[in-house]
């Protein structure tokens, strides 16, 4: 076996390893969380022309509890009280225009399958970009997705010229 053959058997089980224990140790929220960030940021980018995004923030309650105190400690930090109210799981985007600066929140549908630890269905909810909200026809346009196992390992590489942030409460 050449050495080029060699480098080339080493990177890929060094791959498969990495994906494995991304499998095994990274949480299925935060799997959810990047899948949900990357959808937002790409339905802000294709209804708002220019648009520079700044961070993106996924935030996450524990299921089947409403931790309202929390959630707003969690959150205080990156959206206005009063001007756009989150709903649960969301993504909050920072962005800026030539117009200015701006936010969007998207939330979502999602169904866990605790067996697997997968989600499957996930879909946006509603969209709203500044003070606008997506109409019901283009929600009703917007793909489904789900998030597997892969997507854990995902979930690992950032989305680059974003600033990421999450919040699992």
Do not use: W
Request: hydrophobic share 45%; glycine share 10%.
């Amino acid at each position: 076996m050449g050495k080029g053959a060699k480098i080339s058997v080493a990177g890929s089980a060094v791959a498969v390893a990495a994906i494995i224990g991304a499998i095994m140790f990274v949480s299925p929220t935060r799997a959810l969380s990047a899948a949900i960030m990357r959808d937002c940021i790409g339905v802000v980018k294709q209804k708002t022309k220019g648009v520079e995004i700044i961070s993106a923030t996924a935030i996450q309650p524990e299921p089947n509890r409403r931790k309202v105190e929390d959630f707003n400690r969690a959150t205080q930090a990156v959206i206005s009280r009063g001007d756009i109210v989150p709903s649960e799981p969301s993504v909050l985007i920072d962005f800026r225009t030539d117009r200015g600066d701006g936010k969007a929140l998207c939330t979502y549908f999602v169904e866990l399958e605790t067996g697997s630890g997968t989600y499957s269905g996930v879909s946006a909810h509603d969209v709203q970009i500044g003070l606008n909200s997506l109409s019901g026809l283009e929600m009703a346009f917007m793909k489904r997705f789900d998030v597997g196992r892969l997507d854990r390992a995902l979930s690992l590489i950032p989305i680059f010229g974003v600033v990421q942030k999450f919040y699992l409460d």
